[in-house]
């Protein structure tokens, strides 16, 4: 199989300093040996002249403009590759990450995606290893396994998502990639990843893989902690609208919304009902989406959401 690594870049020299070399050991201990790509987002901080320097064997690709994950859909597009590992520029790996990834698209046919364990930059703990989908109270989340259960579970298991992890390319884009309504990000992942549940595709967690990350450094750049909560509230309500169908969830969501409300005005977290006009003014949009979606919806929402209730289903 021919591997492609795409690393997502935006004023991020610093971070592709002290991340890239992990990523070039890695590229070399995998059979693989998978090229290495900078998908750079319109940066402005010699982010091409430092890859230009210290990695002339590694390809950079300058978007036009910065779609954030959205980018790497074109790319995407132009690669060969059979497998595409997707990694931010702030992500250290493992230097045997890259193979075990691999190996769950050998296993499976139906495999979209292989996510790897996810410690903290500094090794001190997990930021994240598989997810499972929840749709309480009206509201759609997706949880880190190891923030509701035992750390870890033995072997390879399903994980609803990953917004970096490795892709059968061409699954990918049939699915669509990732959906630029979501810009400038928060929840595109669980889109993209509901999406290809939907179609029978499978999304697995592989334990042997091992990166390190430091966490949404970008978007603490760019905004507050209110901006990005009411942004992430915008996109959960683009989600349900564009995505769930089944009646009876749908009608919580709708049932819900006024004590949700009455919530925010008396703990003062209006972002929230922020995020529901933001998301009403963009309506036209979600539900051309939503009509979009219908012609692969292949499993119910339940079904989906049941594989995930209670259990690890392994390998």
């Not at 890695?26 to 940066?43: E, Q, W």
């Not at 549940?197 to 390190?212: D, F, L, M, N």
Request: overall charge positive; some cysteine; aromatic content about 14%.
């Amino acid at each position: 199989m021919k591997v492609d690594i795409l690393i997502l870049n935006h004023n991020g020299r610093e971070l592709l300093e002290e991340c890239l070399p992990s990523i070039c050991k890695a590229s070399a201990a995998s059979i693989y040996r998978p090229k290495i790509l900078v998908v750079d987002n319109v940066s402005s901080d010699g982010s091409h002249e430092f890859i230009e320097k210290n990695y002339p064997d590694i390809c950079f690709k300058k978007m036009k403009e910065n779609k954030v994950l959205s980018s790497f859909n074109e790319v995407a597009q132009e690669s060969d590759a059979d497998i595409i590992i997707l990694l931010n520029n702030d992500i250290k790996v493992d230097e045997n990450f890259i193979d075990p990834l691999v190996s769950v698209f050998a296993k499976d046919q139906k495999s979209f995606m292989a996510s790897f364990k996810t410690y903290n930059f500094d090794k001190t703990g997990l930021d994240c290893i598989w997810f499972v989908p929840r749709f309480r109270h009206g509201v759609f989340t997706a949880i880190s396994a190891h923030k509701v259960g035992k750390e870890d579970k033995p072997g390879i298991c399903y994980t609803f998502q990953s917004g970096m992890a490795a892709f059968n390319r061409k699954k990918f884009l049939e699915v669509g990639g990732f959906d630029d309504i979501y810009l400038p990000g928060r929840i595109e992942d669980s889109d993209l990843h509901f999406r290809a549940w939907k179609r029978g595709y499978r999304c697995y967690y592989q334990p042997e893989s091992i990166v390190y990350h430091k966490a949404s450094v970008s978007f603490k750049k760019v905004f507050n902690e209110k901006e990005m909560l009411a942004l992430s509230h915008r996109n959960v309500f683009v989600f349900t609208w564009k995505n769930i169908r089944d009646p009876f969830l749908l009608f919580k969501h709708f049932v819900f919304l006024i004590p949700r409300f009455a919530y925010a005005i008396i703990t003062f977290k209006t972002e929230i009902i922020t995020g529901f006009f933001r998301a009403l003014s963009m309506l036209s949009q979600v539900l051309r989406k939503r009509k979009e979606a219908k012609k692969h919806n292949f499993i119910s929402d339940t079904k989906l959401f049941k594989l995930f209730d209670g259990k690890v289903i392994a390998f």
